[in-house]
């Protein structure tokens, strides 16, 4: 196959990396941008030397000539320029949270299964090189049995402005931006377990906007294993940082950021601590390297035709889980989870 001719959905914080990642590739080619602003469109082009504008995707896949798009736009696009991506031939890379529901979402993986073009979600912490790492020690049972963990998606001191901030075009808040990211890291290194359940708290505290900058969330896994998550803007304290997690087995302790874990033979045994040695403080907390991995990962799955993990099928879980939180929060009740198709 020659050069992977990629499109560019968008040209804000997310697609800048996602453009940066693509470029190192040697058999990418960044082929053309869209935006529906022509001059922040122009500048994008120009900093990517991208020969291609269009203001609609719809204008782009009517020209054709483009083999996968990274969508980078805001939330309510994801579903319909994902859908109208995959029917045209052409593989996605669309930003989490994939859609605006899981409705959408059921919606895009349908169409990813009814024309065999790929669907992956950018859930990136999988790509970054610590959470690997301790991924390998939980798939070796390093701590025993996972009991219980604990996830972070938080901005402390800080939140996003614009359209992240209006229910019409993001869907929701806290939950749906960082939130997402503790849910998908905790499920990613438990193996990908069902959700059964989750009850959520939610609520609107540090801003005036129509969506949530708090939230904390139980979700009870099909493994036995359940999951404390807190999400939020704007909050005054963290105990970690951005998709931090927290794991407790029945032989030991794991955590990221910092990444270690301790291990013990019996309880109140004697405890055995392993140093990967990772700097105890990351700068940045989010590295261009995982957004890479993850560029590089996406394009291999193109050649090799393979479904990506994560993709349309955890995207979707990841957003049943999130429209549970909400409805959980809405009534005060356990809201179970029906088990995927």
Not at 282 to 305: E, G, K, N, V, W
Request: aromatic share 8%.
């Amino acid at each position: 196959m020659s050069n992977i001719r990629l499109a560019i959905a968008g040209v804000g914080y997310i697609a800048r990396i996602h453009a940066q990642a693509a470029r190192k590739l040697a058999d990418v080619e960044l082929t053309a941008v869209v935006n529906h602003r022509q001059e922040t469109m122009a500048a994008f082009a120009a900093e990517f030397d991208i020969p291609r504008r269009y203001e609609t995707l719809e204008a782009l896949l009517q020209d054709g000539d483009v083999d996968a798009v990274s969508i980078n736009t805001p939330n309510f696009l994801h579903a319909p320029q994902s859908i109208a991506a995959l029917r045209a031939g052409v593989h996605v890379l669309v930003e989490k949270p994939m859609a605006m529901n899981a409705r959408e979402a059921e919606a895009m993986l349908r169409t990813a299964e009814e024309t065999g073009s790929l669907l992956m979600v950018a859930h990136c912490w999988r790509f970054d090189k610590e959470v690997r790492w301790l991924k390998q020690q939980m798939d070796r049972r390093a701590i025993g049995r996972i009991v219980r963990t604990k996830g972070f998606g938080v901005h402390v001191n800080w939140g996003p402005k614009g359209w992240f901030t209006q229910k019409r075009l993001a869907g929701g808040g806290a939950l749906a931006d960082m939130g997402i990211h503790a849910i998908d890291t905790a499920r990613f290194l438990l193996g990908d377990p069902l959700p059964l359940s989750v009850y959520a708290r939610i609520g609107t505290h540090y801003g005036d906007f129509d969506v949530d900058d708090t939230g904390t969330l139980i979700v009870t896994w099909d493994n036995g294993t359940y999951s404390l998550i807190e999400s939020g803007w704007w909050q005054p304290h963290a105990d970690g940082p951005e998709a931090c997690t927290l794991l407790y087995g029945t032989c030991g302790f794991a955590r990221l950021f910092p990444t270690e874990l301790t291990q013990i033979e019996t309880p109140g045994g004697a405890a055995t601590r392993v140093d990967p040695r990772f700097p105890r403080e990351r700068s940045p907390h989010c590295p261009q390297a995982m957004y890479d991995t993850q560029m590089a990962y996406f394009i291999d799955c193109i050649r090799q035709h393979r479904t990506p993990v994560p993709g349309g099928r955890e995207g979707l879980i990841n957003m049943r889980i999130v429209d549970a939180a909400y409805e959980s929060a809405s009534t005060g009740r356990v809201v179970p989870i029906q088990p995927s198709p």
